[in-house]
């Protein structure tokens, strides 16, 4: 972690990450990037769906092989690299063939490391990818298929892992970072290891302004607004919310309101929910 001398009060608690001990390259390579266009959390008929959003600074999207379906071909890794749309970092890959790829890059690969996809069983190292048949119970993976030949899907974020807890029939019974245990099939690949830069969680924002370098514009509290635009809005004064339960500006329920549907198809595959 990176702490800032306390010059302001912006920044006597804000933290960071010090990406020089991790990153060994600044700029992607150009081939693998493309720009997204910024919408501002607006729909195609140019409505706000999603508050909160717009402005940051300019960004390139870095396109990830999550299939990374080149199997049998080692690849070394180039360089680990800063990817301003996830919370993780990415490797730069180059295989035999010459191609190059981006791909989540997992706690503890480094620069020169080689890591390699297979259907058949090979190495248990870090990074490598493999069906989740083949890894032991009790191993920790990233990067989940939830259907075959689909890429990964889950454990993506920075520190994540999913824990493989028991193998019955052609299912893979896994264990997620809520707690929630599901089967997915054991032909799914998954990857070896856990994601990398796990620190992300604790690092402190610190000044609204680098929210807004982050793509985060304001929010106002609905205690603050008039009672026609929140059902916390109006009285003298500060008042308590007057609510049995917590409701959002749309008078639906928050905080412990169940949002999935009751009759989802995949809820034959969960085993456990999460607490």
Known sequence: MRFYRPTSPAVRQMTGIEYRKFITEKKPVKALTIKLKSRGGRNSKGRITVRHQGGGAKRSYRMIDFKQSSFGEPAKVEAIEYDPYRTAFIARVVYMSGARNYVIAPQGLNVGDTITASNTVIDLKTGNRLPLRDFPL???????????????????????????????????????????????????????????????????????????????????????????????GGGEGRQMRGLKRPKNAWGKGTRGVKTRRRKARSNVFIIQRRK
């Open 138 to 232: 009790g191993s920790f993976v990233y990067n989940v298929e939830l259907k075959p030949g689909q890429g990964g899907k889950l454990a993506r974020s920075a520190g994540t892992s999913i824990k493989v807890m028991a193998k019955e029939g052609n299912f893979i019974s896994l264990q997620m970072p809520s707690g929630e245990v599901r089967k997915v099939l054991d032909m799914c690949l998954a990857s070896l290891g856990s994601v990398s830069n796990p620190e992300k969680k604790m690092v402190v924002i610190g000044k609204a302004g680098r929210a807004r370098h982050m793509g985060t514009r304001p929010t106002v509290r609905g205690s603050a607004m008039n009672p026609v635009d929140h059902p916390y």
